[in-house]
């Protein structure tokens, strides 16, 4: 459901982001509840995911439905109570994110092209060097730290 990822900057848009996700997080765990009671299955055996998939592959249907409901929920809740987690004894998954966040700006063009410019750069740079060590003199130009593009 992407809660892990909050895209508002302000607090009051937070708040009604968190809050729109603890209603769908909500919504489907009554679907699950609702398709265990009508199919006679235990709630904690339902899988989260494939509840959150069924009632995503459904959702248009039901938009397109004007007034009748019943018979696609009825499809929904079947399905739920049909995908079911298999047995997982001593389940226990470390607090670790997988993602790493990335120091480095993404790759948007060829990088071909971005090793010619920094070359480009690298060389203006060095021609710079050169021209301040002409009017400032080499001693201090020395003393100066080397100009990088990084």
Not at 23 to 48: D, E, H, W
Not at 71 to 88: A, D, H, K, M, Y
Request: hydrophobic content about 40%; aromatic content about 6%; proline content about 5%.
């Amino acid at each position: 459901m992407t809660m892990d990822d909050l895209r508002c900057q302000t607090p009051a848009m937070v708040r009604q982001e968190i809050h729109c996700h603890l209603i769908g997080y909500n919504i489907v765990r009554a679907a699950m509840i609702a398709s265990a009671l009508k199919f006679q299955c235990c709630p904690t055996k339902l899988s989260f995911t494939g509840a959150l998939q069924a009632i995503d592959q459904f959702a248009a249907s039901l938009r397109r439905r004007s007034g009748r409901y019943l018979e696609p929920w009825e499809c929904v809740l079947q399905t739920i109570s049909e995908l079911t987690v298999g047995n997982r004894p001593n389940r226990k998954e470390p607090r670790q994110i997988k993602r790493r966040p990335k120091p480095y700006k993404l790759l948007q063009s060829a990088r071909k092209s971005i090793k010619t410019r920094e070359a480009a750069m690298r060389k203006r740079l060095s021609s710079c060097r050169s021209v301040l060590a002409s009017f400032v003199g080499k001693a201090i130009c020395h003393a100066l730290p080397r100009l990088s593009v990084w």
